[in-house]
Structure formats: C-alpha cells, structure tokens
C-alpha cells in the first residue's frame, strides 16, 4: 500500500517543485529553497495516533520497513507523509472502535467504509478559490469487512483503515499535512 503511492507522491513533488521555481516567481524570491525526506519508518508521533496495545509493526513481503515518512518542500509548497503499517490478533471491530475514538482528537470523523451505514461525503464543497471547506472520502473507501476512518482539515489529516486478515487485523495510519 504505502509503495504503491510513491511514484504519484513523488510527482506531485516534481510539479509543485516545478510550479515554485517558474518564471516571474524568481523575481518575488531571490532565492528557492527545496528538500526532500524519504524515510523508510515511521512513528506514532509521525501519524499522530497511538499505537493499539497489543499490536505490533507490520512488514509486507518485500517492504524494508513498517512505515513510510515522505516530505518535500519547495518555495512556497510543502508537503508531509507518514504511514505506519500494524497488526494485532484482536478483532476488526475492536480495533476500528478504538481508533474511531483516537481520531476524535482531530475534529468529525467521516466514515468512508464500503459497509457504513452513514458513509462520508464522496466530494468535499469547495470555497471561491477551489479549496476543499472539508473532509471527504473522494476514493478512499476500502474493500467490504474493512473500516476506513478521517478527521482533521483538508490540508492536515489523518486516515486509518482496520482490514480483517487470515485471523488477524491489519491497521494502517496515515497523516497528510500540505502547505501551500
């Protein structure tokens, strides 16, 4: 899961690179600074949730390591990415109930599960500059028998998705934080 998204993370770095560094934009900055962080760990502080007592790390086959925390800046853009990739022998419900209650810190939590009975908007309504005013599932909505959850702001959220495995419960957390 947190692979598979890197080739798009890492365009969306070159563009906004690229959008910070265009002509005329040189001339309000003298000068531009950028950076990149790719690191193949994360941490409950990172994502911003507590670890599940109970649960541990969670390496696929073929991962390094059981997260991911990806950050890029350049100009006036910025963004950052942590995942933490977990598993536990306790059961689904268990472990989405708690951590439906730790993403409460963080504000509504829209339910954007294939099975919710009150699942989240599917698209955000926007403000005059085309800024999402919220949260939404958009395409994040998991398979049937999993749990995908969101709070926060549209620019600084998290999501945890709680996915039933061959007698164990696999969690994995994530936390976006852009700037612009």
């Not at 933490?84 to 951590?99: I, P």
């Not at 810190?105 to 599960?113: K, L, N, Q, R």
């Not at 926007?126 to 800024?131: I, L, T």
Request: proline content about 5%; aromatic content about 6%.
């Amino acid at each position: 899961m947190i692979r598979t998204h890197l080739a798009v993370l890492l365009t969306a770095l070159a563009t906004g690179l690229l959008l910070g560094a265009a002509p005329g934009h040189a001339e309000e900055k003298k000068s531009l600074s950028a950076g990149l962080v790719l690191e193949n760990e994360a941490s409950a502080k990172s994502v911003g949730l507590p670890i599940m007592p109970g649960a541990v790390r969670r390496k696929d086959d073929g991962d390094e390591g059981s997260g991911l925390t990806f950050a890029a800046w350049g100009g006036l853009f910025g963004f950052k990415i942590a995942a933490l990739q977990l598993m536990t022998n306790e059961s689904a419900e268990k472990t989405a109930a708690y951590y439906r209650k730790a993403l409460g810190e963080y504000g509504e939590i829209i339910d954007c599960s294939v099975d919710a009975p009150n699942p989240g908007p599917k698209k955000a309504p926007r403000d005059k500059s085309g800024n999402k005013t919220s949260l939404d599932c958009n395409d994040d909505r998991g398979k049937k028998g999993e749990y995908v959850f969101k709070a926060g702001k549209p620019n600084n959220f998290r999501l945890v998705n709680v996915q039933p495995k061959r007698g164990q419960t696999h969690i994995n957390l994530v936390r976006i934080l852009a700037t612009d």
